[in-house]
C-alpha cells in the first residue's frame, strides 16, 4: 500500500478542558497524521501551560495563540494557512479519532468530484451515531419541518455515499480546494460554517461525502462557554446562511418572512 499524502490536523480550541488532551494524544500517536496545528482562542492560564508543555514536547505539533478569539472559521483559516501537508483534517477539541480513520477518508476523497469534503462517523460514548455527521443541504424547508435535514436515524451505508453536508467536528479536504474555496467564511463565528462550505463545495460543481469507516468520539459541549452566548451566535449564522443562500425571488421572499422567526423558534425548542 503507498503511504498516504502528508495529513496536517486543524483543532481549534476555547475553553475545552481536559477533552482536549485526549484529543491531541490521539492525533499525536496517529502515525498517518504528519502534523498538528492548534490554536488557542482563549483558555485559562493551567490548560495553557499545558499546551505549552505539550507542543514542547510533540514535534509534530506547532501552537497559534494570536490573544484573541476571533471565532471559530477565522481560526481554522489562520491554522490552515500555516499547515504544510497536501490534506487538511479538521477535528474539535472534543474529538477523538480512532485509529486507521484517516485511511477511509483519503480513499473517499480520492475518487470525488472536487472540490471535495470527506466527513467521518461521528458517535458518542454509547457508540451511536450522532445527530448532524451526514445530512441533507440545509434550506429554509427543511430546518421548519418540511423535509429532513440530518439523516442520523436512517439506515448507515456501507461505504462512502454522497450527502448534503457532513459535521465541522470530523474532516477531511484537500488543502488546494480549500484554498478555491476561500476556506471558511469569516463572517460567521461560531456554527453553521461547516454547512456553508459544504454547500459552497456543491455548488461549485465538487462534492461532499460521508464515509462510515472512519471514525471519531464526540464528547460534545465540554467548552465552558455560556449557554445563552452559543445559541445566540447560533442563531445569528443560521440567519446569515439562509440569506446567503436565498437566490430566487421566491427564496429571498422567503428568507426575508421567516428568518426573523428563527431565533424565537431556537428558544421556545430550548
Not at 33 to 49: H, M, S, W, Y
Not at 132 to 158: S, V
Request: net charge positive; glycine share 10%; aromatic share 8%.
Amino acid at each position: 500500500m503507498s503511504p498516504l499524502p502528508a495529513i496536517s490536523a486543524l483543532v481549534v480550541t476555547y475553553q475545552t478542558g481536559p477533552r482536549l488532551h485526549e484529543c491531541l494524544y490521539a492525533l499525536k500517536g496517529d502515525a498517518d497524521i504528519t502534523e498538528i496545528i492548534l490554536v488557542d482562542n482563549g483558555n485559562p492560564p493551567g490548560e495553557r501551560a499545558w499546551i505549552d508543555r505539550f507542543v514542547a514536547a510533540c514535534p509534530k505539533a506547532s501552537l497559534i495563540r494570536e490573544g484573541d478569539n476571533p471565532g471559530f472559521g477565522t481560526a481554522m483559516n489562520r491554522a490552515a494557512a500555516k499547515a504544510r501537508g497536501d490534506l487538511l483534517l479538521a477535528c474539535n477539541p472534543d474529538c477523538v479519532i480512532k485509529r486507521g480513520a484517516m485511511a477511509p477518508l483519503t480513499g473517499a476523497l480520492q475518487d470525488a468530484p472536487r472540490p471535495a469534503i470527506v466527513g467521518g462517523r461521528i458517535f458518542g460514548l454509547t457508540g451511536r451515531e450522532e445527530r448532524g455527521a451526514r445530512r441533507n443541504t440545509l434550506t429554509l424547508w427543511n430546518a421548519i419541518g418540511l423535509g429532513k435535514w440530518t439523516l442520523d436515524g436512517t439506515p448507515e451505508p456501507d461505504g462512502p455515499v454522497r450527502v448534503g453536508a457532513i459535521s465541522g467536528a470530523f474532516f477531511m479536504i484537500a488543502r488546494a480546494d480549500y484554498e478555491a474555496l476561500g476556506g471558511f467564511d469569516e463572517a460567521y463565528f461560531l456554527h453553521v460554517e461547516d454547512v456553508d462550505l459544504c454547500r459552497r463545495a456543491i455548488e461549485a460543481g465538487g462534492s461532499v461525502t460521508y464515509q462510515p469507516k472512519a471514525g471519531a468520539l464526540h464528547y460534545t459541549s465540554t467548552s465552558d462557554a455560556p449557554r445563552d452566548k452559543v445559541q445566540a451566535h447560533k442563531v445569528a449564522s443560521l440567519k446569515r446562511y439562509f440569506r446567503k443562500f436565498a437566490k430566487t425571488p421566491g427564496e429571498k421572499l422567503a428568507a426575508a418572512l421567516m428568518v426573523p422567526l428563527i431565533g424565537l423558534a431556537m428558544r421556545l425548542r430550548g
